[in-house]
Structure formats: C-alpha cells, structure tokens
C-alpha cells in the first residue's frame, strides 16, 4: 500500500488532498519562493489526526513540511519535491479564556487576528502582534518566534506562551498546557520548539498570555537630528514612560520613499531621523499630560528638534502610515527587505557601513532603513534594480558579512526557513551548529520534519 | 595517571582541591541534606580551564557536579559518591555594562549582589532578585531559572537572560554571548541550559538585561476577606498600577506566625489575607497620588477592608518583614517550605484542599500558605513535630497528589535537584520525561554532568 493510500485509510479522504485538489497557495510562503507543489496536503482536526499523519509519515520516512497561514517571509513552509505537507488550518478555534489566570488555550490552526478578537471580547490583550495577522496562525507566530511592534512591551512570542501541546515526528504527543507563569520541572521543553521552524515537532495547541487591554494610548512622531539622539530618547522614554508600548526609528530616505508613495508629509523639514512614540494610557488627561511633558523636557533639552502628538485615532492611524506604507512596497519584486538585529548602539554605524558598501558595489540602489530599534531589530529595504541571481546574493554577502563583523545576527524575527539558511554561520558558530544538529537527531531520528530547513 | 593526577596536571594543584583541602561548605546547599564530601574540587578561573577540566572528566566517564553559591534548597549542588565538584566562584567578575544596548556581561560565579551593585552604580537595575542574593550566582540563578519577588514585573530569570557561554560535557565551549531581544537564528540554545539545574553544560558567562533603574516605589499593605477579592484585587492592580512590581498574598495563620515571631503588629483584626502590593514610582507626588487612588477605589468597593501605605524607607521595610520574616523560621528543621505553581484561580481551593488533608493525616499539624500569586507560585509552610523520614514522605506525596489534581506544578521556582526528583511524574508525563532523557543523551552521551539530578 502507498503511503497516500494509507494515510488516505488512516484519515479519510477529505483529510488528505492530492493532485488537482490542492490549491495554489499550498506552493508557498509569503516570500513567492515556493518552486513545487507537495504531492499531498493534510488537513487534520485533531491532536490525533496530526499524531496519525506523523506516526505513518514516519514509518515510511516520509518527508512532511508543516504550513500554518503561509505569511512567513524566509520560505520556512514551502515544500520540495516529495514532501507532503501538513496544513493546520483546520485544527483552529480557542477552547479556553481565563481572565484569572491570563490564559487562553487556543488551537494552532487560529488565524492571529481571531484569537485577538476573542481576547478584546473577553476584555483582555493578546499581545502578539504583526502585519500579517490576519492570515498568520498562532501555531506559525509560535514556530517563528515572531516579533511585531509591540515587543518592547510585551517581549517576542516566546515571552507570550505558558504552555504547548507538540507532536513529535514519531507521533508521540507532548501536552504541556501549562497555565503558570513560573514551572521548574524539569527542561523546559516548550523552549525547544518555540522558533524551531517546524524542524523539532509540529506544534498543535497553546496555551498564551493574555494581559489587561489599554484603554487608550498616547502617539508622537518626533524629528532627532542624528542617531545618538534616537539612543538617547529610547533610554529616557524607557526610564521616564511606564507603558512605553513602541519606539519605530526611521532613517530620512525612508520617510521620504514612504511618504512619498502614500503621498503624505508631516515636517516641511527633511529630518535625518523619525521616530513613532507609542504608550498605552488609561485615557485620562493626566496620562496625556505626562506625555506631553516627557516630550516638552525632550524638546527643552535639545533631544529632539520637533514633535507631533496625535489629537485623534484617525491622526494617529496616519502616523502609522508612514511606517507601514512601506509594506505595499514590499510587493515590488526588486525591493528586498532585510530583518537583523544588531547591539542598540551600534545600529547607526552598522547603517552607514551598509549603505556604503551596497553603494559602492550598486551605485544607483536604493537603501533605507527602519526598525525596532528598542528591540536591537533593524530592517533594511534595498533595491538595486532588475538584478541578477548573483547580484541578489551580493547583496546579502555585503549585508551579513557586516552584520557579523558588528556581532548582530542575521535573522532578529523573520526565521531562518531556506532563505538565510545559507548564512547562518554568519551568526552561529560550527559549535553551535553542531549541537542544534544533535538536538534535532534526538527529537527526529529519521530527519522527516521539514527537512532543509533551519539547519 | 589517575584523573586526580591528570587534572592537576593540566589545572595545577592550586585549582585542584582533594583531601583535607576540601571545605565543608562544598558538602550541601541549603537544603543542608548533601551527605558526603565531593572527591575533588576543581576551582577554574577561566571558560578555558573549565572546558579543560570536563573535556578530562568526560574522557573518563567520571562524574562531575556543577557548584555555583549553594543557595538551592532542592539539592541540586550536592556531591554523590566519588564526584567531582567543579565550583565557578573564581570564574567572577563583570566584564561590560552596555548601557545603550541595557545588558551586562558577567561571569557565572559572580554573586548576584556583586552583579546587582554594579548595575546600580551605572544607573541601572539588574532585575533578577532573591533573598538569597548575598550568596548565590548568576551562573545557578541561570541554571535553576531562579524566581523571586520581582517576577510579576520583570519575568524571571530566563526572561532576563540574552546571551549564554556555556561548557558541554565533552568539553565544548558553547559561545552565545548576544546582546538583542530579538535573535532567531536556528535552535535558541540559550533555552536550553536555563533551568537545567546543570545537567546539560556548565554556564561559564552570561549577557543579562539591565532595565532603567526605578528612582522610588509605593507600598502598602491591605487587608481582605475571601481569595476571590484577592484575585480580583491582583486584576485591577495589574490594569491600573503600569509599575506594578509586587503582589505578595499572606494566609491569615501565615501573618500570625510571622507576626508573633517578629514581635510585629500592623491591624487590629485578623483578616483572612493580608496582600503587598508594591508600584515602582518616579517619586513625584502625582506618583504617590495616583497609587492611594488605586487602594481608595479598591476599599469604597468593598475589595479591600483595610490598608496602610508605607510613608518612609523604613516603614516599607517593615511590611516587608512579614513576608521575608518567615525566612528565619525555614532554618527551623522541623519545619518543610514547599513551592508549588497552580492556576491563578485555583489556588484559594488547593491551599483549603491541602490544609485540610494534612490536618487529617497530621491532626497538630502547622500548615500556612503565601505566595507570589502573581506568578501563579504558592508556598507551603509545614511543620509536622519532630517526623520520621516516611512521614515527611507523607507530606511530600499528600501536597503534591493534591498539586496534580488541581493541574498544577510541583516546583515553580526551587526546581528539581534531588529532593523533588521522586514526584517529576506529578508535572511531566512518561512522554514528556523521555524527550528529556532524549536530549539528555544528545548533549552529555556518557551522563557525566550532575548525574542523579532532575531526570
């Protein structure tokens, strides 16, 4: 019996997609790297269904590349020749809000922007959150270890998941639905899979944090003349904001390129650095007073040289703007947009050293930066045109090759999928190499879970 | 060449202890049940020296036992048999506080208040704290993912680690030492030797994060009368207080004890809880207005029955020692600290749940509670009389039974060690306990490395 058949025996025809009935959009991530398409696709309901799928997978070493909503950006979900791929979207919906706790327990399968809602309804935040919320699943956000803006607040992903159901590549199920914050038992074995890219174990339930949902919240876009400038305001707002919940800095060709495209202004001046100022507030005038004399003493003190404070939600949307415009961008295929992260004082010089070289090596390219800066997270949007395969490459050898001389490393939320796989000894030594090598030999002998990717 | 021998050589006889140069102290931590004296004490002052003393060990199959302050109260540190110690205290020292990037560099045998101290003088806050902060070390603190007071706002101890050196049996030396919140590049590793209680590497360095340093703080002490209004109190303190740094819930016959002990008094009436609530401030007098706010809401409500707020450094101390005044009596033999994790909501029903299957089993039995409810840990102060060692087994298994019914985890922050390794399979599944073992093997192949512990 083939392994379709048997997997089709196991779990029933509409649970197993081959031929015509798999769509398009099995082939690939949001990075439109995908070449192929797996020659089957898996849709199960339950733990059980997973384990099923695995425990025969398994047995046969059988290749299997798990898929959560397919945002992803580093081709960490798209299969190669024979895989089969196992979707989760199917094994979605939240089973559990306790406000006590802070708790939901949610299945992997949940697009983001679902398990948020249920959570605003329950009068509660669940802080994980990205641009892709609306078709990401919090099974991937998990694999991925996703960032978002809302980090400096509220940590990665990892700080946000208190327990985990996975499924191991033999079938064993891990049900560690922890509720509590603290748990000394032992290895933390949820650890393992958070960020692991789907390499370890296929995550199938979770159990996240939920927190007290703001009432309101105090934005700034501020104008600094040069980046110890922005260092300086990050330090102050940390010290100085107790709910500081974003610092985005933007570099002067950024703003430009993006406020260009969205046809806006903010500034008659061109300014060398934006920067977005969020806090949560309880909404009363003496929060928004605080504000705005946390940036009056800026303003006084020479940090900054001009500011904005949103007067409504439609203000502070448009502030935003000029930050996310830039995603529309991101759909040019000749725009590469890079995600690293490097120690906070050291982003400025990095920013100029890059810029330099791809100059130097792509005279007429465009490269802007912008970033999480409190998180050590820099993106850089580069376009050098119609480019060549080896040119793209080049433009990744000038990038991580300094990342590395600067001690950053060359993925800060996007993965390493297939992408940056050749470049993660940029940031990761054969040590290190070595012992993820062991780690994954120990958890998935026959090397079935999404083979070629991470490591 | 006996492997005594073979260390001296390569260590020198002054980083080799044997024999009468062997100290008491290396026999026990706290828990003060470490039966024998460590065959030898290895004392390396360098990663280099501690990768040369394992690479040794290893190649001989001879046990080792990592020794950081021997602060544990699980007995973990303790020797077994021919054991080698390997104590990090002349591995100390901090190496670099960035305060751009808000992370310090340290080495693992620095004591915690040697760390703390350093951080205060830039102006920064290292926000792992523990009453055992003038003994233990970074390097344990890591390596059993220590708790504490702070967690509510700072998270523990892995929360506040970036980057990680770490020793591997064979004597591989694991180099992580990044400084940025946001870092997926393959395996977090990190991960893995946090709370492993030194079974999977030994720490030799550690990059922790600084936070800005808190110029003042709230405090007050409240009165309530049900677990239901503490929960809801910790709810609104956690919407409303933004600097929410301690909740700290006391059992009626808990504040007694300790009361009586202290030679101490703050109410009239005994109430059924006694909560710390504690705000890190700005100093500014809005600050404080905006603190005795929150309690005057909470007392018009009915949530809270009583409450004094603390108006000087000393007065704050002295609502302190209710909580920290039980310390004393843990040296008490007679007297058993258990530290368990539940769900936030369950835990009014557990404590009641096991005061009284112990008071059946132990009619003259003392048995109080408090906790870091915040964080989900309970703790249970018992004292049964002068007790054979089956009815301290006794103990153990009716509180722990109890802990697994109520969905629980036997140690939320003390960890493993020895003592709790007989009820893991309370918190971890047969399934669970084999990925450990799985990893064990992949990392430390002949088990040399704190054998007997935790798994």
Request: negative net charge; hydrophobic residues 45%.
């Amino acid at each position: 019996m083939s392994i379709i058949d048997e997997l089709t025996e196991a779990l029933g025809a509409e649970t197993v997609l081959t031929g015509a009935a798999i769509g398009e959009r099995y082939r690939s991530d949001e990075s439109l790297t995908g070449r192929v398409l797996p020659m089957a696709v898996i849709r199960p309901r339950t733990v059980e269904e997973v384990s099923t799928a695995l425990r025969i997978c398994n047995a046969h070493g059988q290749p299997v590349v798990p898929q959560g909503g397919l945002a992803g950006l580093a081709g960490g979900a798209n299969a190669s020749g024979g895989d089969v791929a196992i979707s989760l979207e199917n094994l979605a919906g939240i089973e559990e809000i306790d406000t006590a706790a802070g708790t939901m327990t949610v299945k992997a399968g949940t697009v983001l922007e679902v398990a948020q809602n249920a959570a605003a309804e329950a009068g509660m935040l669940l802080a994980i959150d990205l641009g892709a919320r609306g078709s990401c699943q919090i099974g991937g956000n998990i694999s991925t270890n996703a960032g978002g803006i809302r980090v400096i607040r509220h940590g990665v992903t990892r700080d946000n998941v208190l327990g985990l159901e996975v499924v191991l590549a033999d079938g064993t199920v891990l049900s560690m639905l922890n509720k509590m914050t603290k748990n000394n038992t032992g290895y933390d074995l949820r650890q393992f899979f958070i960020g692991a890219e789907g390499t370890l174990g296929i995550i199938t339930r979770a159990v996240v944090k939920l927190k007290p949902r703001p009432p309101a919240r105090s934005t700034a876009l501020v104008a600094l003349e040069n980046y110890d400038a922005v260092v300086a305001l990050l330090g102050r707002a940390r010290r100085e904001l107790e709910a500081l919940s974003a610092f985005e800095a933007m570099w002067e060709n950024f703003v430009r390129f993006n406020c260009e495209a969205a046809g806006i202004s903010f500034f008659e001046t061109a300014y060398p650095f934006l920067v977005i100022v969020e806090e949560d507030s309880d909404g009363s005038d003496a929060a928004r007073d605080r504000f705005e004399a946390f940036l009056g003493r800026a303003l006084e003190d020479g940090l900054i040289v001009d500011a904005l404070i949103a007067q409504s939600e439609k203000e502070t949307q448009r502030f935003w703007s000029v930050r996310e415009a830039y995603m529309m961008g991101q759909l040019l295929p000749s725009l590469i947009n890079l995600d690293v992260s490097l120690p906070i004082g050291s982003i400025g010089d990095y920013a100029r050293a890059c810029e330099a070289a791809l100059l130097e090596r792509f005279p007429d390219a465009h490269v802007s930066f912008f970033g999480h800066i409190g998180d050590s997270n820099l993106h850089v949007a580069i376009s050098v045109g119609e480019a060549s395969a080896e040119e793209l490459h080049a433009v990744d050898e000038i990038a991580y090759d300094l990342v590395k001389a600067f001690g950053g490393s060359i993925s800060a939320e996007h993965g390493i999928g297939t992408l940056k796989r050749p470049y993660l000894g940029c940031s990761r030594s054969a040590e290190e190499l070595d012992a993820m090598r062991r780690i994954k030999l120990a958890l998935d002998p026959k090397g079935i879970l999404n083979p070629g990717k991470v490591i």
